[in-house]
């Protein structure tokens, strides 16, 4: 079946060349598109879409390995491209609002946590006098605390406060403070790679320091398998409606296990070298099996 894939990312790279792979041996065509390509264009044939590639019939299937970051206006363009995929039926893996809801670390925080999810005592605040009282807080209740920009990834950004270190300023986290307790616990961090509801791969990074993304330098090893910690970041990902997504989990020092952080886009290069699956081929096999075995999407390809 010649289903014509639409694969969102502005830097393909190995991710981008494993997942062409993966959609080929299953009959599929991919083309690469950039979001900062894509337009709403109302006297377009496509349904006031422009999708580049995609001039007469829109694609059949999305799948989003990257969406680029920019002022609120464009990041809310390049959302509304993905929302309005959807609203016209065609799927979008993982879809515009999973986006949405885990690229905004705080947000993320709030859903689990009314999930019942185990999360570190978070804030997210605007104003630097609320943030500054929060730091002393925290500091005279003998804890350290980690700042984070909204929507950072890839460890960017990250800042511990201990002791007497003061608070970054406002500005530098484009006026809003993301700020977490530290975990004082296991020093390594868990990813957990799940797909459709299910723990598919978990590897320990363990970083050069407190920060353990494998983009600063963590080295990935296989995980024991745990059905607790599994069974954790299954929830988390239901909590946030992922089909697909890479969970961070630290235990803390009692023990506990708390969920970090949720990507929708997740790198798993590392992952992959760590526990020998192949990761492309399971993501295209659970979109296909899932999405795209309708006959409606038969009929419009043909
Ligand atoms: N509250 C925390 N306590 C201890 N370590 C943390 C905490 N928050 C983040 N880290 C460390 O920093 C890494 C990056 O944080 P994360 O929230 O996942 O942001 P990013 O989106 O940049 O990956 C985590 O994987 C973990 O190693
Ligand atoms: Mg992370």
Not at 61 to 84: E, K, M, N
Not at 243 to 263: F, H, P, S, T
Request: net charge negative.
């Amino acid at each position: 079946m010649n289903l014509r894939i639409a694969l969102i990312t502005d830097d393909p790279g190995w991710h981008g060349a494993r997942l062409c792979e993966a959609f080929t041996a299953r009959g599929s065509s991919v083309r690469v598109v950039s979001l900062r390509d894509c337009a709403i264009d109302l006297v377009s044939k496509t349904h006031g879409l422009r999708v580049p590639g995609f001039e007469s019939c829109l694609p059949d299937g999305v799948f989003v390995r990257g969406v680029p970051g920019g002022t609120l206006q464009q990041v809310v363009l390049y959302l509304d491209v993905l929302h309005a995929l959807e609203a016209m039926d065609i799927p979008v893996y993982n879809n515009g609002r999973a986006i949405e809801r885990s690229v905004d670390k705080g947000m993320t925080s709030l859903l689990l946590q009314r999930a019942g999810i185990p999360v570190p005592p978070t804030w997210v605040v605007s104003s630097a006098e609320y943030g500054q009282r929060i730091w002393a807080q925290e500091r005279d209740a003998g804890h350290r605390l980690v700042v984070k920009p909204l929507f950072g990834s890839q460890g960017q950004g990250l800042v511990r406060l201990s002791g007497d270190d003061v608070l970054p300023p406002l500005a530098d986290y484009q006026g809003v403070y993301y700020l977490q307790r530290f975990v004082e616990g296991e020093r390594f961090d868990w990813r957990v790679f799940v797909v459709n509801g299910r723990a598919r791969a978990c590897m320990q990074r363990h970083g050069e320091h407190w920060i353990n993304n494998v983009a600063r330098g963590a080295v990935c090893t296989l995980a024991p398998r745990d059905r607790k910690l599994e069974a954790l970041a299954e929830a988390a990902a239901g909590a946030l409606a992922m089909d697909y997504a890479g969970v961070d989990l630290m235990r803390d020092e009692c023990g506990k296990l708390q969920v970090i952080e949720i990507n929708s886009m997740p790198a798993w290069k590392g992952l992959q070298a760590a526990c020998g699956i192949d990761v492309a081929d399971c993501l295209v096999e659970d979109f296909h099996n899932r999405y795209m075995q309708r006959e409606d999407i038969v009929a419009v390809s043909e």
